[in-house]
């Protein structure tokens, strides 16, 4: 099970830090990360943290501004969300897989939590 926390209403240009946690088995092994869709969109990649080398990959709309990370119990994984923007309005959801390989494919992760919603105002 993952829960997701941390969204809101926040103006253009503020931050906020999204937090997931994952309980029900052991994902220490697993890739976390995060994708958002935005009302009238499909589900696109954000940033995914890799078991290991805790190496981070982040999409282009989200390079510079986000943050990704691995809690130190390594269940939990956090995005750091700086200078946003309107477009950055959608429901974030945590997700995880296992595998060698992390993707950017929504439909390659098997776990999904149930979303958190971040609001940007102008």
């Known amino acids: 099970q993952l829960q997701a926390s941390g969204g809101g209403l926040v103006q253009a240009g503020g931050s906020l830090r999204l937090a997931c946690a994952a309980s029900?088995?052991?994902?220490?092994?697993?890739?976390m990360g995060w994708f958002r869709q935005a009302p009238g969109k499909e589900r696109e990649f954000v940033a995914v943290v890799t078991w290991g080398r805790n190496t981070t990959y982040y999409a282009d709309s989200a390079k510079g501004r986000f943050t990704i990370s691995r809690g130190n119990a390594r269940n939990t994984v956090h995005l750091q969300m700086n200078s946003l923007k309107p477009d950055d309005t959608a429901i974030y959801y945590c997700v995880i897989k296992g595998g060698i390989f992390y993707s950017t494919r929504s439909d390659d992760y098997p776990y999904w939590g149930r979303g958190t919603l971040v609001t940007v105002s102008s």
């Open positions: 029900g088995r052991t994902f220490s092994s697993y890739h």
